[in-house]
């Protein structure tokens, strides 16, 4: 009786040990047999062959593994390579599946603000842009501009005698240059006629005061460097209903027959403020589409950020898996049915 209590108390003597020191062990393996006394005959059946102490409980221990009686723990390997594909595509995907759910909630708040960013500059560069579009169809006319360029044709060859051969533009009239979602074909086809026409007489003109042929010529209706071209050089400026005039009473020319001229201090008195509204409205539009544009390479960052982060991850708990010490421990039966300790331990210093 006395030899059956003391080992009871030995086997719980070396539970609470493997209770302390068990979960500091990376990857540790915790043994328990079934507490239930086996049989004699049971026990007996484990030493058939050998009753030595040391083959003894070697055959036990192989006996418990092989009867279920050992409970194994072991970190599962991560994988690599679906790490990194996860996160590739969803940014948090691998970290989640690698167990770091705090990196995992990061990388997806980052890639929600990203696309928040995105959509909310997006959106606000389209509508500003669709605003500056709407006032240019307003303001700037293109049969003004071709007006102006008529006189200013005659302006050089009777003041400068330039020689331009372009015919004077024939001047539409009858289409709402306000609303081109309107027109139809043919309106098209008259618009651009006339376009054409005034890029004749541009590639002749030039500027009195420097003696420079015109830089730039109208692009075609709408185009988008329709809507850049007419605010960003002084050429354009008598397109604007603002634009002062250039004709007299008597049929003379006045000074803003030269939106080039310039005035005190470099400025271009001739030029309305309508055109510089204008330039400033369309540089905002276009720096926040820029803008939009370069957040959106952001995402990709994201993306391959998450992703190197997720696989280096996976493989450094690889590693460390790798080199890890395995303990097990238990409680077995010897012959007698007293209850017997056991203890296992295996050192992995690699795959």
């Given at each position: 009786m006395t030899d059956r209590c003391s080992g009871i108390i030995w086997g719980a003597v070396f539970g609470l040990v493997f209770g302390l020191f068990g979960p500091l062990t990376s990857g540790a393996q915790s043994l328990v047999t079934n507490p239930d006394r086996p049989s004699t005959d049971r026990a007996a059946s484990v030493i058939a062959?050998?009753?030595?102490?040391?083959?003894?409980?070697?055959?036990?221990?192989?006996?418990?593994?092989?009867?279920r009686a050992w409970n194994t723990f072991e970190a599962k390997e991560r994988n690599v390579a679906a790490a990194f594909g996860a996160s590739a595509i969803l940014?948090?995907?691998?970290?989640?599946?690698?167990?770091?759910?705090?990196?995992?909630?990061?990388?997806v708040g980052i890639e929600a603000a990203i696309i928040t960013g995105y959509v909310v500059t997006r959106r606000n560069g389209l509508d500003d842009e669709d605003a500056f579009r709407d006032?240019?169809?307003?303001?700037?006319?293109?049969t003004r501009y071709a007006s102006w360029l008529n006189d200013y044709?005659?302006?050089?060859n009777d003041e400068y005698a330039a020689g331009i051969s372009a015919p004077p533009v024939d001047i539409?009239?009858?289409?709402?240059?306000?609303?081109p979602d309107g027109w139809s074909a043919a309106d098209r086809d008259r618009v651009q006629g006339m376009i054409n026409q005034i890029t004749a007489i541009e590639r002749q003109a030039f500027h009195p005061e420097t003696g420079a042929a015109f830089s730039h010529q109208l692009p075609d209706f709408a185009d988008q460097q329709y809507y850049e071209l007419i605010g960003?050089?002084?050429?354009f400026a008598p397109g604007w209903d603002d634009y002062p005039e250039w004709r007299a009473a008597d049929d003379g020319f006045l000074p803003a027959i030269d939106p080039e001229l310039t005035g005190a201090g470099g400025s271009k008195p001739n030029v309305s403020e309508t055109f510089y509204s204008y330039a400033r409205d369309h540089a905002d539009a276009q720096d926040l589409l820029r803008k939009a544009s370069r957040i959106s390479t952001l995402l990709v960052f994201n993306h391959l950020i998450a992703a190197i982060d997720a696989a280096v991850s996976a493989k450094l708990f690889n590693d460390r898996q790798a080199n890890r010490l395995d303990t097990r421990m238990g409680l077995a039966w010897d012959p007698d049915g007293q209850p017997v300790p056991v203890v296992g331990l295996s050192v992995n210093f690699g795959r």
């Open positions: 062959d050998d009753d030595h102490p040391a083959v003894l409980r070697n055959r036990l221990l192989d006996r418990a593994g092989s009867d940014p948090g995907a691998g970290q989640w599946l690698n167990g770091n759910r705090v990196k995992a909630v990061v990388a006032f240019a169809h307003n303001r700037w006319s293109p044709r005659e302006f050089l539409v009239s009858g289409i709402d240059l306000t609303r960003k050089y002084f050429q």
